[in-house]
T-cell receptor
Framework: NAGVTQTPKFQVLKTGQSMTLQCAQDMNHNSMYWYRQDPGMGLRLIYYSASEGTTDKGEVPNGYNVSRLNKREFSLRLESAAPSQTSVYFC???????????FGDGTRLSIL | RKEVEQDPGPFNVPEGATVAFNCTYSNSASQSFFWYRQDCRKEPKLLMSVYSSGNEDGRFTAQLNRASQYISLLIRDSKLSDSATYLCVAGGAGGSYIPTFGRGTSLIVHP
């Protein structure tokens, strides 16, 4: 049982480049989330999708877009990468509003 | 405004010690509570859910005090492998799909 799978695991971009981070879960969860975590800081929610067909902004959505492709997949896109977006990105899924989240093992993104 | 507060630590304890962490949450309507463990540069992993009656999983005991709005985690007989950051989470308030994570408490267990 793979749980939550993120690709790629590492990526280096130049300022202005675009890329999409992929996330897929096989737990039949309705809700999916994208977080970023910077050194010495907590998790910050970028976007979430409470259920297939819906997406909403979190705490730090600027510079990002998301797509809930189907129930399994939730992608995060950086249209024009900036050095401030250098971070570790975690995708998570949950079976409901009172259920725990399960995290992927992260994408380490550096923007030069 | 931070809704879940934790002492960042670090807590330095010898192997075999008992250590306790507390966490306070501000939203009294929170319905669900969890402790996660996060190793350096790794993803958070669910350690245990926290129930109103308290619950135990091996060396780990979690308690919830709704009146005072705090959650605790007790680790008995600490192991070197328990060294990590422990995240407290409160969620489900008003049907919200967004849980609130604390910033974590760092634990270092030394020989």
């Amino acid at each position: 049982n793979a749980g939550v799978t993120q690709t790629p695991k590492f990526q280096v971009l130049k300022t202005g480049q675009s890329m999409t981070l992929q996330c897929a879960q096989d737990m039949n969860h309705n809700s999916m989330y994208w977080y970023r975590q910077d050194p010495g800081m907590g998790l910050r929610l970028i976007y979430y999708s409470a259920s297939e067909g819906t997406t909403d902004k979190g705490e730090v959505p600027n510079g990002y877009n998301v797509s809930r492709l189907n129930k399994r997949e939730f992608s995060l896109r950086l249209e024009s990468a900036a050095p401030s977006q250098t971070s570790v990105y975690f995708c998570a899924s949950s079976g409901g509003e009172t259920k725990p989240q399960h995290f992927g093992d992260g994408t380490r993104l550096s923007i030069l | 405004r931070k809704e879940v507060e934790q002492d960042p630590g670090p807590f330095n304890v010898p192997e075999g010690a008992t250590v306790a962490f507390n966490c306070t949450y501000s939203n009294s309507a929170s319905q669900s509570f969890f402790w996660y463990r996060q190793d350096c540069r790794k993803e958070p992993k669910l350690l245990m859910s926290v129930y109103s009656s308290g619950n135990e999983d091996g060396r780990f005991t979690a308690q919830l005090n709704r009146a005072s709005q705090y959650i605790s985690l007790l680790i008995r007989d600490s192991k070197l492998s328990d060294s990590a950051t422990y995240l407290c989470v409160a969620g489900g308030a008003g049907g919200s799909y967004i849980p609130t994570f604390g910033r974590g408490t760092s634990l270092i267990v030394h020989p």
